[in-house]
């Protein structure tokens, strides 16, 4: 058998009361229903405070699905981003070794033409060594990036001249500044 916590209340069974009401006293009779309804007032009190802590709870419950969901969509996103970052890494490494194995073949070449010794051997070189920069320039080139210095934000100068001035001579100075 379980054991009921503390803070429920324990109702008394069916049978503590008396099947027959036809057969009690006027004052049994009264004390009885005192008792039942007490017990009735009990139990709608108790099921007043359930109501209102399972609306609670639902209300909870359908914010963490909300927040649920969500977190599920921002995974999948991150996932989605992740399998791109993915590809166009394994593109760029692709393309950074066929431009190595490029630069290495033209590397070579050129050592090769540098060191021919007859006529029809620098000649034979040097169109593999045009081959070889003509396969090289074919393809795109990816230079390590200098780092570029942003320039810093340069205060507006107060100008203190007039310069909706029709003389002369603020003409001449105007056509003179924008020089």
């Known amino acids: 058998m379980t054991q009921q916590p503390d803070n429920i209340k324990t109702y008394p069974p069916t049978t503590a009361f ?18 039942l309804r007490g017990y009735y007032k009990g139990l709608m009190i108790s099921r007043g405070q359930f109501a209102a802590k399972n609306r609670r709870v639902q209300a909870e419950l359908e914010a963490n699905l909300q927040q649920q969901r ?10 989605k981003e992740r399998s791109e970052f993915q590809e166009v890494s394994k593109n760029l490494e692709s393309l950074i070794n066929s431009q190595s194995q490029l630069m290495q073949e033209f590397q070579t070449e050129y050592e090769a033409a540098k060191e021919a010794a ?12 045009i081959n070889a920069a003509s396969k090289l320039l074919s393809q795109t080139i990816l230079l390590p990036k200098k780092e570029i210095k942003t320039a810093e934000p340069v205060e507006p100068q107060k100008i203190d001249e007039d310069l909706t001035d029709t003389s002369p001579r603020g003409i001449g100075k105007q056509l003179l500044d924008d020089k």
């Open 118 to 129: 007859s006529f029809t051997s620098i000649i034979s070189r040097l169109h593999r060594l």
């Open 70 to 79: 969500k977190l599920s969509e921002k995974l999948a996103q991150m996932a």
């Open 18 to 35: 008396p099947n027959k009401p036809a057969e009690l006293s006027r004052e049994d009779l009264e004390e009885h229903y005192l008792t």
